[in-house]
């Protein structure tokens, strides 16, 4: 009866253990295969287009345009790098320091930030959903680390850039370029791309097309970092086929 009862365990065990190797392989493969494919979709806006048709809303239009990023201006890429994570290029998808900051600063704030990267970002809204819990973190640092490994650091940037969301609706500089300024990705000035960073904390309250004061001293403080990033900041792998130099002076 022993041997029975340990046999059954044994085999659950290792029922369990294939069948998490398998959605780890599962999982692997489809990252890999977004290192050059570029994504139907993301979670978060599978998210709002449920949302939308759960709440009946019959004029919710989603609006969102994949480009490359040798069509997108080095002041976009370099706007968001200024604006949410300064490290990208130095640090292997976690930025601790940035991380041990927030969670002492949250102890005494009313308004909770994160430290998350632009990686573990990435890996948020490409596959997962925005509430805060340890089941969500721990996902994503896993995700993160994948996208580490087998993107680098050029293609998390360029998946951000068309993902990311910019307000109701809006996801990808190129389709909140359009959207707010009548041109595409690629024609964007620094003061444009810095309004648009500005906005990502929060890009259903915060407003590109009509900008609170906050908004624009957040601008005006983004542009302050690009400033002192330099173009020398912003490797030539991250803009590929525009010189940073042939962009307008921030």
């Known amino acids: 009866m022993a041997k029975n009862n340990a046999h059954g365990r044994f085999s659950v065990g290792g029922f369990i253990v294939k069948m998490a190797l398998v959605i780890l392989l599962l999982v692997a493969g489809t990252v890999?295969?977004?290192r050059w494919f570029p994504p139907p979709t993301s979670a978060f806006m599978l998210r709002a287009k449920f949302e939308a048709w759960h709440e009946g809303s019959v004029n919710?239009?989603?609006r969102q345009q994949w480009v490359g990023l040798s069509k997108i201006s080095p002041a976009a890429g370099l706007a968001v790098l200024a604006a949410e994570d300064q490290s990208f290029i130095r640090h292997h998808g976690f930025n601790f320091k940035a991380i041990a900051q927030a969670f002492k600063r949250n102890q005494n704030s009313k308004h909770i930030r994160g430290g998350s990267t632009l990686s573990q970002q990435t890996a948020k809204n490409l596959f997962l959903y925005p509430q805060r819990n340890f089941f969500r973190k721990s996902l994503e640092a896993g995700?993160?680390?994948l996208l580490e490994l087998l993107w680098g650091k050029p293609r998390i940037l360029e998946v951000y850039l068309n993902i990311?969301?910019?307000g109701d609706g809006i996801?990808?500089?190129e389709a909140?370029?359009?959207a707010f300024f009548g041109k595409p990705a690629l024609r964007l000035e620094p003061g444009e791309a810095a309004?648009?960073?500005?906005?990502l904390p929060n890009p259903l309250k915060l407003r590109a097309d009509n900008p609170s004061a906050?908004?624009?001293k957040r601008r005006e403080w983004i542009l302050r970092q690009m400033r002192q990033l330099g173009e020398d900041y912003y490797p030539p792998e991250l803009h590929p086929a525009t010189a940073f130099s042939t962009s307008k002076r921030i």
């Open 195 to 199: 309004l648009l960073a500005a906005v």
């Open 32 to 34: 890999l295969a977004m």
């Open 214 to 216: 906050y908004v624009l």
């Open 143 to 145: 995700l993160t680390i």
């Open 176 to 178: 909140a370029s359009w």
């Open 60 to 62: 919710f239009n989603l």
């Open 164 to 166: 990311v969301q910019f």
């Open 171 to 173: 996801y990808g500089v």
